[in-house]
């Protein structure tokens, strides 16, 4: 089992970046495929990207949204996965979820067991 911990949410203006962290406060994301999703108001959660075990070194995955703006990334050395974000947009205003699972890599909300807190990510000027 994991528990996650997010930071890196914020304020930010159109066209800024961004850098949001997923770290293992318990066990190691190693074992883990992670995922990011995000949810607005009155839309459903989608995921953003996602990452294979790393064990795998295997594929990442993106939203046609955020395709060539977005990098999902791990730092085993720091239990840590990232999600860079770039040519940041007022659409992508959304809470960010990391989210955890033992598959080797997963696209769906209930393909994740295990959740973090959820971080506000807000572009406006």
């Known amino acids: 089992q994991v528990q996650l911990v997010e930071s890196g949410g914020g304020l930010v203006q159109p066209g800024g970046s961004l850098r949001l962290s997923c770290t293992a406060s318990v066990g190691t994301l190693d074992y883990y495929a992670i995922g990011w999703f995000r949810q607005a108001p009155g839309k459903e959660r989608e995921q953003v990207a996602c990452?294979?075990?790393?064990?795998?070194?295997?594929?990442?995955n993106y939203a046609d949204s955020v395709e060539g703006r977005f990098t999902i990334s791990r730092d085993s050395g720091k239990n840590t996965v990232y999600l860079e974000m770039s040519s940041l947009k007022p659409e992508d205003t959304a809470v960010y979820y990391c989210?955890?699972?033992?598959?080797?890599?997963?696209?769906?909300?209930?393909?994740?067991?295990?959740w973090g807190q959820g971080t506000q990510v807000t572009v406006s000027s």
């Open positions: 989210a955890a699972t033992r598959l080797i890599v997963a696209r769906t909300p209930n393909s994740y067991n295990y």
């Open positions: 990452i294979s075990t790393s064990s795998r070194d295997g594929p990442t």
